[in-house]
């Protein structure tokens, strides 16, 4: 078989356009190379706060862009960003590269109400519902759809991401996330299925699914999808 090189490293087909932060990250988390079951790549875009994106910066597109045309130099087959924010910049990011990106687990909820009956809706859970505009939902192409979204701007949730040193207590975290989801259900029983923004929202997806019993689709559910079709493998069975 005839191979041919080009790259300094090979394997790592997703690439992930991090934001510069240094609070932990655990497994389930978009920065936690264990959250994987498959290699990934990393790139930290200097300077891209949290902050700056949830208050939608726009001198951070350019550095975003050099970070995709980067990753895509370096092999890497699709690109997806650390923060569902960056839906903002879908469009510019993905005619900057000639492989795809997926800014934002937000992409998700058009083909999750396609699922759900006429009468449901697609409830989306934030890490901060008042940053959380038509711009993002234009980019993620999910305006028309059916949909209730709740934050979790007042709770512990971002704290925790903010604090001096990095840490923070996962119970505290968990029981916000399940205390948000049941709130939503409860006040729209109409919701037939979850979609999180937040890329550190999926180490609590589980217990939110067991707390509400939806479907609970995140960043993680999008990033196996979109794997399973850059790296096919061959099926073996018998007739």
Known sequence: MLVHGGYGN??????ILMLDSKFARIPGDVGNATTYDFPVMFKI????????????????????????????????KAITTSC????AFQKELAAAVSVPVFTSSLMQADLVSKMLRPDQK????????????????A????EHVPKVVI????????????????????DDLQREMENH????????PEIGALVFECTNMPPFAAAVQKK????????TTLANYVYSALVRKPFHGFL
């Open 84 to 87: 569902g924010f960056l839906a």
């Open 181 to 188: 989801a049941e709130k939503l259900v409860r006040e729209h």
């Open 122 to 137: 697609v409830g989306i859970i934030t890490a901060n519902a008042q940053a959380l505009g038509e711009k993002h939902f």
């Open 151 to 170: 934050g979790l701007e007042e709770t512990f949730f971002l704290d925790a991401f903010n604090s001096p040193d990095g840490s923070y207590d996962t």
């Open 10 to 15: 090979y394997g790592m087909a997703l690439g």
């Open 139 to 142: 980019g993620a192409g999910i």
């Open 45 to 76: 875009i200097d300077g891209a706060g949290g902050d700056r994106v949830l208050n939608g910066d726009p001198t951070l597109l350019e550095p975003f862009l050099r970070g995709a045309k980067e990753l895509e130099a370096a092999g890497c």
């Open 212 to 219: 509400t019993g939806l479907p609970v689709f995140d960043y």
